[in-house]
C-alpha cells in the first residue's frame, strides 16, 4: 500500500471511529434526558405538582425524536461504512438500547398522566411510600446501565440483572399490600390503582434498565443473555 | 464484466435473495407461534384450562430461542452481505419485529400466569366478555400485522395502526367498567386485578402489533411513522 493510500485508509478509520464514539454520546444524552423524564414524573406525583407532570409529558416528543435520530444515524453507519464484528455489534446494541430508552420515555408519560390524575382527585399519599422505594431502585439500574455501556462494563451490567429481580419482589410486595387497602376501603380503590399503574411502569422500567445491561454484555461478549436463567450467568458469562 | 463473474455476481445476489426470503420466512414462523402462544392463553382462561396455560408458559422458552436464531441470522446477513438501502432496511426491520413478537410471546405468558391464579381461585367469568372482544381485535391486529410484513402492504399497515385506537378505547372502557365492579364487591377486588393485567397485557399486544404494522411502513417508503400522529399519516404517506 502506498503512503497516500495508507493515510487515507487511516483517515477514513478515524472518521469512522468518530461516527461510533458519536452514536455512544448520542444515546447517553437520551440516557440522560430519559432518566430526568421518570425523576420528574416521580417527583410530580409525590410533590402533587400538575404542571411539571405535564411538562413530563410534553418532552415526551423530544425523546422520541432522539430516537428518530439515533436510528437515522445508525442506518447511515450501517450503509456507509459497513462495519463488520464488534463495531457491527457495537451499532446493533445501539439501535436496541435507543428503542428500551424510547419505552422507558413512554413510562415516566404514563406515570406523569397517572400523576396528574391522582393529584387532580386529591388522593392522599396512600402508596407513596412504595413509589419511593422502587423509583430510587430503578433509576439506579437505569444510570448504571448507562454507565455500563458507556464504559463496556460487563461486571456491572451484570450486577443490574441481579438487580432487576430484588425490585420484582419489592413490586409484588407492594402490589400485595395496596390490593389490602383497597379490600379494606372500597373509596380507596380508584386512587389505589392509579398508584398500582405507577409502579407497574416503574417496574417496567427496571426490566428496561435490564435489557440495556444484555446489551452490554453481548456487546463485549457478543454472548446473547437475554433469555438465559440469570442464575446460570456468571458461569456462562465466566466461560468466554 | 466478463461472463463468468457475471454469472458469479448473479450467483451471489440470487443467494442474497435467498437470504433475505428465508429472514421473512423465519419471521412469519415466529409470529405463528405467538399468535398461538395468545390464542392459547386467552383460551386458557375462558375455558378454566391450566395445564394449557402452562404449556404456555412453557412454551415462551420456543419463542425465545427463534428471536435469538433470527438477531443470529440478520447479525450475520448484515456482517457478509453488508447490505445497502431497502435490503438494509428489511433487514433492520426484522430485528425490530422479531423483538416486538418476542415481547408479545412475554404478554401470552403473563397472561397464562395470571389464567392459572385466576383458575385455581375459582374465580368466576366477570370480565370474560371484555377479554374475549379485546382479545378477538388484537389478534386480528396481529394477523394483519404479519400479513402486511410478508406482503409489503403498507395500506393495510395504515389501517392497523387506526384499529390500535379502536383497542385503547374499547380498553379504556372495560377498565372502568370493571373498577365499578371492584367498588361494589369488594370480594371481586383480587379476581377482578387478575382480569385487568391480563387486559393489560392484551392492549400491549395490540401496540406491539401496531408496531410491526410500522416497521412495514418504514420498509416500504423508508418513512418513520413511529412517533408520528396518526392523523397526519394519510397525508405524509401519500405524499412519498
Known amino acids: 500500500m502506498d503512503i ?45 405538582d400538575s404542571s411539571l ?31 463488520a464484528a464488534s463495531d457491527l455489534r457495537l451499532v446493533l446494541a445501539v439501535i436496541r438500547a435507543a428503542s428500551d430508552l ?15 390524575e ?19 431502585h430503578v433509576r439506579r439500574m437505569m444510570r448504571d446501565s448507562l454507565t455500563s455501556f458507556a464504559r463496556f462494563d460487563t461486571d456491572l451490567a451484570l450486577q443490574i440483572v441481579e438487580e432487576d429481580q430484588k425490585v420484582d419482589s419489592e413490586y409484588q410486595s407492594a402490589m400485595r399490600s395496596l390490593m389490602t387497602f383497597m379490600m379494606e376501603d372500597a373509596r380507596s380503590i380508584s386512587p389505589v390503582l392509579g398508584i398500582m399503574w405507577i409502579l407497574r411502569a416503574l417496574e417496567r422500567v427496571g426490566d428496561h434498565a435490564n435489557n440495556l445491561a ?3 454484555v453481548y456487546l463485549v461478549k457478543g454472548l446473547d443473555i437475554r433469555h438465559t436463567n ?8 465466566g466461560d468466554r
Not at 59 to 67: E, L
Request: hydrophobic content about 35%; glycine content about 4%.
Open 53 to 83: 407532570a405535564e411538562r413530563v409529558v410534553d418532552n415526551d416528543r423530544a425523546v422520541n425524536d432522539m430516537q428518530i435520530k439515533i436510528d437515522d444515524e445508525c442506518t447511515r453507519v450501517l450503509a456507509r461504512r459497513q462495519p
Open 4 to 48: 497516500t493510500s495508507d493515510i487515507h485508509s487511516q483517515h477514513i478509520s478515524r472518521q469512522f471511529n468518530h461516527e461510533l464514539e458519536e452514536l455512544k454520546t448520542h444515546l447517553m444524552a437520551m440516557g440522560g434526558l430519559v432518566e430526568k423524564q421518570v425523576q420528574d414524573a416521580v417527583n410530580s406525583l409525590l410533590d402533587a
Open 102 to 116: 424510547e419505552r422507558i420515555g413512554d413510562e415516566a408519560s404514563k406515570i406523569a398522566r397517572n400523576a396528574i
Open 214 to 216: 444484555e446489551y452490554v
Open 118 to 136: 391522582l393529584i387532580e382527585n386529591d388522593s392522599g399519599s396512600r402508596g407513596f411510600v412504595e413509589v419511593r422505594i422502587i423509583s430510587e
Open 230 to 237: 440469570p442464575d446460570d450467568l456468571d458461569e456462562e458469562v
